[in-house]
Structures are given as structure tokens and as C-alpha cells.
């Protein structure tokens, strides 16, 4: 079955810089790839998600990115600001179930 | 606004009680999941249902069981709560079950005592 691997377990950075978190799936009819923001003490959200048809997507300052080559797709977070602060899942799935990877705490640094 | 609505926030229940954490969803949706989360394991999928009276173990279905007589109703229920399932219980629909985002309820955080 699917496994999603996701890395790191915790980012921190300072306020300003950008930010990246990798995934790696294993299944390649894996076509759907979201990303999710949990802020402490609240439900995931959707913030991003990509289909196997696209390389890139952005919104705003944050971006995903897929190689389906290499099975991994990235978050990546510009000019990051305290209300980054959260834990951001990743997740694969392929018309039958999302498979989440274990999420990265991102820690923004004043 | 709430889509999905999860009818305890916080819960407090004896070892051995019989446990019912509802969820509702009024978006329509055909697919509802069950998932605890408990710190450094992420999202752990307990049931899911892709329709009204069906339903189907995740990865984690060991002392747990759903109810799904409606379709905007998904109750997951601890027949005998231990202490090992104190954890966050998060709710969640979506329209296709692996091609669309998810939305979740706010959580019922659930102490066994």
C-alpha cells in the first residue's frame, strides 16, 4: 500500500526566511497531493494541494512543488511570519483514501 | 460557518465506560473518517465509510467500532474505554474519498480515567 514519509519532524526559522518541507510517496498512481496547516489547539485546513497533472502550484506565499519522477512533492514557505507557526501535514492519495505523512512542527523565530 | 461538527469538545470518562463520539457533517458528503492523534504519530485513520451503513476498518480499528445510519451522521463508539485510547479525535468528510480535501471537525479530546 501507499506510504507517505514526511521530513523533517521540526523546522524552525527565522522570521523572514522561507521554509521547505519535503514528502516522498511510495504508490505511482498516487494523483492527489494536499496540504494541511494545524494551528494548536485547531482543526487541519486545507491550505494547498496539487494534482499529478502539475508541477507547480502557488497561493500567495506558499507554493507546492511535485516531481513525480522522484515520488516526492514539497511545501515551501515564503517570507514566513509568526502565524506560520503550526504543524503542516502532507498527504497522498489515489482516488481511494489520503495517506498522511507525520507532520512537521514549524517553528517561526522572532 | 461549521461544516463538520463534532458534538464534545473535551470528554472525561471511567475505564470500561462504553464511549459515543458523534460527528455531523452538512456538506452532503458520501465519505466520513475517524482519526486519533496523539503526539509524534500524526493522523491514525481508526474507520471510514463511504456510505450510509457501510462502513470499513482503517489502519487502527482494535477497540473501536462506527455507526453510520445517516448519512450525515458517523458515531464512533469505545465499547469498554481504556486508558491507552486518551487521545484527540478528529472527525472528517469529504465528496471523493481520495480526490478532494477533507474537512475536519474541531476535535473531541477524550481522557480515560
Known amino acids: 500500500g501507499e506510504n507517505v514519509e514526511q521530513h523533517p519532524s521540526t523546522l524552525s526559522v527565522q522570521e523572514g526566511d522561507s521554509a521547505v518541507i519535503k514528502c516522498t510517496y511510495s504508490?505511482?498512481?498516487?494523483?492527489?497531493f494536499p496540504w494541511y496547516k494545524q494551528e494548536l489547539g485547531k482543526r487541519p485546513q486545507l491550505i494547498i494541494d496539487?494534482?499529478?497533472n502539475v508541477g507547480e502550484k502557488k497561493d500567495q506565499r506558499i507554493a507546492v512543488t511535485l516531481n513525480k519522477t522522484a515520488k516526492h512533492f514539497s511545501l515551501h514557505i515564503t517570507e514566513t511570519q509568526p502565524e506560520d507557526s503550526a504543524v503542516y501535514f502532507c498527504?497522498?492519495?489515489?482516488?481511494?483514501?489520503?495517506?498522511w505523512g507525520a507532520g512537521t512542527k514549524l517553528i517561526i523565530k522572532p | 460557518d461549521v461544516k463538520v461538527t463534532q458534538s464534545s469538545r473535551y470528554l472525561v470518562k471511567r475505564t470500561g465506560e462504553k464511549v459515543f463520539l458523534e460527528c455531523v457533517q452538512d456538506m452532503d458528503h458520501e465519505n466520513m473518517f475517524w482519526y486519533r492523534q496523539d503526539p509524534g504519530l500524526g493522523l491514525r485513520l481508526i474507520y471510514f465509510?463511504?456510505?450510509?451503513?457501510?462502513?470499513e476498518k482503517g489502519d487502527i480499528p482494535e477497540g473501536y467500532s462506527v455507526s453510520r445510519e445517516k448519512k450525515e451522521r458517523f458515531s464512533l463508539i469505545l465499547e469498554s474505554a481504556s486508558t491507552n485510547q486518551t487521545s484527540m479525535y478528529l472527525c472528517?468528510?469529504?465528496?471523493?474519498?481520495?480526490?478532494?480535501?477533507?474537512?475536519f471537525g474541531s476535535g473531541t479530546r477524550l481522557t480515560v480515567v
Open positions: 498527504a497522498a492519495s489515489n482516488n481511494y483514501q489520503l495517506i
Open positions: 465509510s463511504y456510505d450510509v451503513k457501510m462502513k
Open positions: 496539487i494534482r499529478s
Open positions: 472528517a468528510s469529504s465528496l471523493y474519498p481520495g480526490d478532494d480535501g477533507y474537512t
Open positions: 504508490d505511482s498512481a498516487s494523483n492527489y
